[in-house]
């Protein structure tokens, strides 16, 4: 068993030479009953928008304080211990840039002991800890709570919960084992693999009280002193704190290995088998049913061990940097300044797409939407379907009745064009055919106003050709969403060689009002997703023509990590749209590109593939498999030959979109396939894996990342 009183620490502590330090000054607390409090106040000097974090200094730090007060408890000097952090915040976890600078593999298992030394002494003090998460707790600062006698949640708390997952590790500093002994193994399992995976989603504090994770929830306006009064009442005995959530001897001998069996396929078929860390904590999450705290703590030191200095920990955390600092400062976005106001905006077409966009638009922005369509059946569809949506929330008390209906007013339906005079940015959602948007876009300009904004939502035709016929194609732009739009994160937002700075300044600041997060791309077939999905759909397509059996071809996608296999992916995004994408790369780059004219005819079917209840692929219908007969060739290849070519394939396509300079850098195409495709964080995005698997030498001899991005060598 390990004794981490015993381990020698200076290794991980020479690193932090910049490390921004949270501090643990502690101060005693008389309570009503007499008794004494010492209250620690985890801070690091900065506001809110730095939260407080645990890198090894802190660590130390906080270590040699618990040491002290356990020494003062034995004394009989307190008889408690609480810890809280400063506003809004206890802790946002550990100090990642530290991890990042651990050098050895020796060194990242000591960032895992120490972690277990320091947060392990809260239920070791000799007399009871109080954790009071009086904000944002992530990660370890959950894990103080979690490593704490008793806790308390301020129900005002921005975010609870343990992301390590999505990151590419493992909960390390008691949360694998101590969570699923204090909620149950069904619950942990959404907390620590579930809702990682659903990119990030965290938990509200009510929540976090329902789930048993907390003991007492209490108003931001008296939390402190709410907390330190029934913190009181635990000591002297009047407030009695049941924990029914705990597993008991049935569900640990029963519904334990039923649940983890359960997840463990829902994660194979959700997400494949190459992602390492969820795998790894379901394990630990296994095995947390027995044995003692001090085995399920050296488990965790080896599994964040091995992770820490792995390749998909250093893919992820370049993704996660993506995802937090280049998603929020737009390469190439014009001044913020020359943004025009947004102050009504007009959709044109009021089909599902276009009633998506209204949502959307009047929920985010909370200006009056307007919608039109070629008859008013179809104008009154559009629009019963935004209520019937506005109700959905109301329902689920997302919005209150007042604002419900305050949405409703707000969006309005008609099929008199001139309504459009006083929009400042009007978008089209109609067929995807130059032509008709061409047409829409030269009967609304007529009643627009001169700087009004005009966008079109084109997946892959040229922006500036559906601009040709305008009499100011300076004010278009591309601004593509992704389906569903709620949902989806991203907004491709297109720059043609006439757009102005001010219609592309109005663009990126009405992206980020809507939530979402925007990426600048040239006026190039397919942008940026688009192109490249359509390689990875035309390499299974030509594979599948060439006589590849389809579950041959669906596997050799597997090592790439992504969250659907191919045809399964087509299925859901649909098989006319995938065509069309098809068509316009082929079009466009016929000698990189493959399409078929079968794939149209397949696409005119009611149903193509077989699906199981996981909606994995199994086969092919009847009516395909008539479809395909005498269209697919004698010369199947291999899953490592269909690999290969997908590999290179993708290597070659975003090295030449660099060297056009559709996207300003590598970056950009990365941020672009994980917000709009999911692309895996573990890869992070495709250019660290196409580094990593060798795709990018073989392609054009050199790396998209100099030096690639590997994990830490072993030591």
Same mark, same amino acid.
Request: net charge negative.
């Given at each position: 068993?390990?004794?981490?009183?015993?381990?020698?620490?200076?290794?991980?502590?020479?690193?932090?030479?910049?490390?921004?330090?949270?501090?643990?000054?502690?101060?005693?607390?008389?309570?009503?009953?007499?008794?004494?409090?010492?209250?620690?106040?985890?801070?690091?000097?900065?506001?809110?928008?730095?939260?407080?974090?645990?890198?090894?200094?802190?660590?130390?730090?906080?270590?040699?304080?618990?040491?002290?007060?356990?020494?003062?408890?034995?004394?009989?000097?307190?008889?408690?211990?609480?810890?809280?952090?400063?506003?809004?915040?206890?802790?946002?976890?550990?100090?990642?840039?530290?991890?990042?600078?651990?050098?050895?593999?020796?060194?990242?298992?000591?960032?895992?002991?120490?972690?277990?030394?320091?947060?392990?002494?809260?239920?070791?003090?000799?007399?009871?800890?109080?954790?009071?998460?009086?904000?944002?707790?992530?990660?370890?600062?959950?894990?103080?709570?979690?490593?704490?006698?008793?806790?308390?949640?301020?129900?005002?708390?921005?975010?609870?919960?343990?992301?390590?997952?999505?990151?590419?590790?493992?909960?390390?500093?008691?949360?694998?084992?101590?969570?699923?002994?204090?909620?149950?193994?069904?619950?942990?399992?959404?907390?620590?693999?579930?809702?990682?995976?659903?990119?990030?989603?965290?938990?509200?504090?009510?929540?976090?009280?329902?789930?048993?994770?907390?003991?007492?929830?209490?108003?931001?306006?008296?939390?402190?002193?709410?907390?330190?009064?029934?913190?009181?009442?635990?000591?002297?005995?009047?407030?009695?704190?049941?924990?029914?959530?705990?597993?008991?001897?049935?569900?640990?001998?029963?519904?334990?290995?039923?649940?983890?069996?359960?997840?463990?396929?829902?994660?194979?078929?959700?997400?494949?088998?190459?992602?390492?860390?969820?795998?790894?904590?379901?394990?630990?999450?296994?095995?947390?049913?027995?044995?003692?705290?001090?085995?399920?703590?050296?488990?965790?030191?080896?599994?964040?061990?091995?992770?820490?200095?792995?390749?998909?920990?250093?893919?992820?955390?370049?993704?996660?940097?993506?995802?937090?600092?280049?998603?929020?400062?737009?390469?190439?976005?014009?001044?913020?300044?020359?943004?025009?106001?947004?102050?009504? /905006?007009?959709? %044109? =077409? *009021?089909? $599902?797409?276009?009633?998506?966009?209204? &949502?959307? +638009?009047?929920?985010?922005?909370? !200006?009056?939407?307007?919608?039109?369509?070629?008859?008013?059946?179809?104008?009154?569809?559009?629009?019963?379907?935004?209520?019937?949506?506005?109700?959905?929330?109301?329902?689920?008390?997302?919005?209150?009745?007042?604002?419900?209906?305050?949405?409703?007013?707000?969006?309005?339906?008609?099929?008199?064009?001139?309504?459009?005079?006083?929009?400042?940015?009007?978008?089209?959602?109609?067929?995807?055919?130059?032509?008709?948007?061409?047409?829409?876009?030269?009967?609304?300009?007529?009643?627009?106003?001169?700087?009004?904004?005009?966008?079109?939502?084109?997946?892959?035709?040229? /922006?500036?050709? %559906? =601009? *040709?016929? $305008?009499?100011?194609?300076?004010?278009? &732009?591309? +601004?593509?969403?992704?389906?569903? !739009?709620?949902?989806?994160?991203?907004?491709?937002?297109?720059?043609?060689?006439?757009?102005?700075?001010?219609?592309?300044?109005?663009?990126?600041?009405?992206?980020?009002?809507?939530?979402?997060?925007?990426?600048?791309?040239?006026?190039?077939?397919?942008?940026?997703?688009?192109?490249?999905?359509?390689?990875?759909?035309?390499?299974?397509?030509?594979?599948?023509?060439?006589?590849?059996?389809?579950?041959?071809?669906?596997?050799?996608?597997?090592?790439?990590?992504?969250?659907?296999?191919?045809?399964?992916?087509?299925?859901?995004?649909?098989?006319?749209?995938?065509?069309? /994408?098809?068509?316009?790369?082929?079009?466009?780059?016929?000698?990189?590109?493959?399409?078929?004219?079968?794939?149209?005819?397949?696409?005119?079917?009611?149903?193509?593939?077989?699906?199981?209840?996981?909606?994995?692929?199994?086969?092919?219908?009847?009516?395909?498999?008539?479809?395909?007969?005498?269209?697919?060739?004698?010369?199947?290849?291999?899953?490592?030959?269909?690999?290969?070519?997908?590999?290179?394939?993708?290597?070659?396509?975003?090295?030449?979109?660099?060297?056009?300079?559709?996207?300003?850098?590598?970056?950009?195409?990365?941020?672009?396939?994980?917000?709009?495709?999911?692309?895996?964080?573990?890869?992070?995005?495709?250019?660290?894996?196409?580094?990593?698997?060798?795709?990018?030498?073989? /392609?054009?001899?050199?790396?998209?990342?100099?030096?690639?991005?590997?994990?830490?060598?072993?030591?």
């Amino acid at each position: 068993m390990t004794n981490y009183d015993e381990i020698d620490f200076s290794p991980i502590l020479a690193l932090t030479d910049d490390e921004v330090v949270t501090h643990s000054p502690v101060r005693d607390v008389r309570l009503p009953s007499g008794k004494t409090l010492a209250l620690i106040t985890l801070d690091n000097g900065r506001d809110h928008t730095r939260p407080n974090t645990l890198g090894p200094a802190t660590m130390a730090e906080l270590g040699e304080t618990l040491d002290a007060l356990k020494a003062r408890a034995a004394a009989g000097e307190i008889d408690a211990v609480g810890i809280t952090g400063k506003q809004y915040i206890l802790a946002a976890g550990a100090d990642l840039s530290d991890i990042t600078k651990v050098g050895s593999k020796d060194n990242a298992r000591l960032v895992a002991q120490l972690g277990h030394k320091v947060l392990g002494t809260l239920g070791e003090l000799g007399v009871p800890s109080f954790a009071f998460v009086n904000g944002l707790a992530l990660g370890g600062g959950l894990e103080i709570a979690l490593n704490s006698s008793y806790r308390t949640v301020d129900a005002s708390a921005a975010a609870i919960g343990l992301p390590e997952v999505f990151l590419g590790i493992i909960p390390g500093w008691g949360g694998a084992y101590l969570l699923p002994n204090l909620i149950g193994i069904e619950k942990a399992l959404e907390v620590v693999i579930s809702n990682p995976l659903k990119f990030n989603r965290m938990l509200k504090p009510q929540q976090a009280f329902d789930y048993g994770i907390m003991d007492a929830i209490f108003p931001a306006g008296n939390y402190l002193e709410d907390s330190l009064r029934w913190a009181d009442g635990v000591l002297s005995g009047t407030v009695k704190v049941e924990r029914k959530n705990a597993p008991g001897k049935v569900e640990r001998l029963t519904k334990w290995p039923i649940a983890i069996k359960m997840a463990r396929g829902m994660l194979e078929s959700q997400i494949g088998t190459v992602p390492l860390s969820p795998y790894v904590a379901l394990d630990l999450l296994d095995k947390a049913k027995s044995g003692t705290k001090a085995e399920g703590f050296a488990r965790e030191d080896e599994a964040l061990a091995d992770l820490v200095t792995g390749d998909q920990f250093a893919a992820s955390m370049y993704a996660f940097d993506l995802v937090q600092k280049r998603a929020k400062r737009p390469v190439g976005a014009p001044d913020k300044a020359l943004a025009k106001k947004v102050q009504k /905006v007009g959709i %044109i =077409g *009021a089909g $599902l797409m276009a009633s998506q966009f209204a &949502l959307l +638009f009047v929920r985010k922005l909370q !200006v009056p939407v307007l919608i039109t369509d070629l008859d008013q059946t179809r104008v009154d569809k559009g629009i019963a379907y935004i209520h019937d949506e506005i109700g959905k929330l109301e329902a689920k008390g997302r919005l209150d009745g007042d604002a419900a209906n305050r949405l409703r007013a707000l969006v309005r339906g008609t099929t008199d064009k001139s309504e459009y005079a006083d929009c400042d940015f009007v978008i089209e959602a109609v067929f995807e055919e130059v032509s008709v948007k061409q047409q829409v876009f030269g009967e609304v300009e007529q009643y627009i106003a001169d700087d009004a904004i005009l966008a079109t939502n084109t997946s892959s035709l040229s /922006v500036e050709e %559906i =601009g *040709a016929k $305008l009499a100011h194609p300076e004010r278009l &732009l591309g +601004f593509h969403f992704f389906n569903p !739009v709620s949902v989806m994160p991203l907004v491709e937002i297109v720059k043609t060689p006439n757009t102005t700075d001010e219609a592309l300044s109005t663009a990126f600041v009405t992206a980020k009002a809507l939530g979402k997060s925007a990426v600048l791309t040239a006026d190039a077939p397919g942008f940026v997703f688009n192109r490249l999905i359509a390689k990875v759909f035309g390499e299974a397509a030509r594979a599948l023509y060439e006589g590849t059996p389809l579950l041959t071809i669906e596997k050799a996608y597997a090592p790439l990590g992504l969250p659907m296999a191919p045809f399964q992916l087509i299925d859901l995004v649909g098989w006319k749209v995938a065509a069309h /994408v098809q068509d316009t790369m082929v079009q466009a780059y016929p000698d990189r590109f493959f399409s078929s004219d079968n794939f149209h005819e397949l696409a005119e079917l009611e149903q193509v593939v077989e699906k199981d209840k996981a909606g994995r692929v199994t086969g092919w219908t009847k009516a395909a498999e008539k479809v395909l007969k005498g269209a697919v060739g004698q010369t199947p290849v291999s899953e490592e030959e269909i690999l290969r070519r997908v590999q290179d394939g993708l290597a070659n396509e975003m090295k030449i979109m660099l060297d056009e300079g559709v996207v300003p850098e590598v970056e950009d195409i990365d941020l672009c396939l994980i917000f709009g495709g999911r692309w895996p964080m573990i890869d992070g995005g495709a250019s660290a894996y196409l580094d990593r698997e060798g795709a990018s030498e073989r /392609v054009f001899g050199a790396t998209f990342h100099q030096p690639p991005i590997r994990g830490i060598a072993a030591g």
